[in-house]
């Protein structure tokens, strides 16, 4: 039956333990650390991107090759995007937004490959990821404006008497940014990875019922065939949103007063 | 072998959890929470155990995990790969300015080449008109200077003559006298024989009154 447990795939196993923080030394209390298969596509991603970019850009060719013209389209891409939403000073926070993107995206497309573990199908990894960035956001943004970083709930406009309603309106939405920020990225990578495994399981399931199943079985089957290519959309999509919004947020945090 | 895997793992944390109350009172309730979930778990095949990305004794070695492999991440993109792309983009463009500029300043050059072309040019056709002027003027003043020359010479040689005329004119007329008288006289002295020179000139001067 595990076969075609959906759930099953976002299990997180231990491939070594590492230590144990706290507790008193016998097995089972305090906090455990270890190597887990989350652990390992984690450092997998990185050890993509990182080589995927000192690699191909090596030769610093004046006239790039392919594997640089790539490089330099992503950077490019993300380049423009923190241009054009936070402004040129936002630029000094390129590299957070281009790691941001970079990960999410290669995390969700090795994820795209069977048997292959998703990083950011777990809740804690997209919120460490979104609580990154509105820390950054809330920390940047009071060192650098001080007080007038609170003008952020205070549009610019708005009539002294609608302000006590639109004020605290601004305030929940703001506080609420770390949330929706993990949750879209959480759910749609979740809800891709489970839709695509009950899909398949069906194939699975109506094959085993003799020769009406089997032909039975081609609708799931193109079905999961559509859904992978909708899951790669959604995979790119969602790193691309992340990147958006954590830009459109730090221009909040560079020029509070919009 | 991934399920065999999962349950070996999830059994050592059952057994734990019957000695953890007992060592750390306070220590063990959230511990055992956690355990417990994870138990019923693994021993139920998944089946109604924790959802996993909700099974909080995941999370300390995932957020380990992404704090030393995003932070590393971010280490590399700031300090190699990005100044790296973001140098070969700004040589790139740096090459391609460099090169507009001496494309700039080459056409400027040519630009500059043509004017003084032209600039000499006209000069050389003004001079050369100034040259051809200069020389019909010149040819001009000699060719009047000459026509004067011969001009006054001509009509010195008129005057002079016009008055030789004149003079021999003048000769002539004294002669007439002379001649009339003797041409009468001689017609006279056919006709009537010897007359005295003083009677005819005399005649000859009455005849002419």
């Known amino acids: ?258 | 072998m991934v399920t065999q895997a999962y349950a070996q793992e999830a059994a050592a944390p059952a057994e734990e959890h019957v000695e953890a109350p007992a060592t750390d009172a306070v220590h063990a309730d959230p511990t055992a929470d956690t355990h417990a979930t994870t138990e019923a778990h693994a021993g139920e095949d998944h089946g109604s155990g924790v959802f996993p990305p909700f099974d909080p004794a995941t999370f300390p070695s995932q957020l380990l995990w992404l704090a030393i492999t995003f932070g590393a991440l971010y280490l590399l993109m700031s300090r190699v790969a990005l100044p790296r792309i973001g140098g070969i983009l700004a040589n790139r463009k740096a090459i391609i300015d460099a090169d507009l500029a001496a494309a700039d300043a080459s056409r400027q050059k040519t630009d500059a080449a043509i004017a003084a072309y032209e600039a000499a040019l006209a000069a050389a056709k003004s001079k050369a008109q100034g040259i051809a002027n200069e020389s019909r003027e010149a040819i001009q003043a000699d060719l009047a200077a000459k026509r004067s020359a011969v001009e006054a010479d001509l009509t010195a040689k008129v005057t002079a003559a016009e008055a030789r005329i004149s003079a021999t004119k003048a000769e002539a007329l004294t002669h007439v006298d002379e001649i009339a008288t003797e041409t009468a006289q001689t017609v006279v002295t056919q006709l009537v024989g010897d007359v005295s020179a003083d009677s005819v000139r005399a005649a000859v001067a009455k005849a002419k009154e």
């Open chain 1, 1 to 258: 039956m595990a076969g075609t447990d959906p759930i099953h795939q976002f299990v997180i196993q231990d491939i070594f333990k590492l230590f144990t923080l706290g507790g008193d030394g016998t097995e089972g209390s305090g906090t455990t650390f270890a190597f887990t298969n989350s652990s390992l596509f984690m450092v997998a991603t990185v050890a993509i991107i990182s080589l995927y970019l000192i690699l191909s850009t090596g030769s610093k060719s004046v006239i790039p090759g392919r594997a640089q013209l790539v490089s330099e389209l992503m950077y490019e891409f993300v380049a423009n995007m923190v241009r054009s939403a936070a402004g040129s000073a936002g630029m000094k926070f390129f590299p957070l937004v281009f790691s941001l993107f970079t990960f999410i995206f290669v995390a969700n497309m090795l994820g795209m490959v069977p048997y292959f573990f998703t990083v950011t199908s777990h809740i804690i990894v997209t919120f460490a990821l979104s609580m990154l960035v509105f820390l950054t956001v809330v920390i940047y943004g009071f060192v650098k404006n001080g007080p007038k970083f609170l003008k952020l709930f205070v549009p610019s406009g708005v009539p002294g008497y609608i302000l006590p309603i639109v004020a605290p309106i601004e305030f929940i939405s703001f506080m609420s940014r770390p949330i929706s920020l993990s949750v879209r990225l959480f759910g749609n990578i979740l809800a891709g990875h489970i839709t695509l495994k009950v899909f398949t399981g069906f194939i699975v399931t109506m094959s085993s019922l003799g020769f009406l199943g089997i032909l039975g079985s081609a609708l799931p089957l193109i079905m999961a065939i559509a859904l992978t290519g909708l899951e790669f959309l959604v995979g790119a999509v969602q790193a691309y949103v992340f990147a958006v919004l954590t830009c459109m947020y730090l221009n909040d945090a560079i020029h509070p007063s919009h």
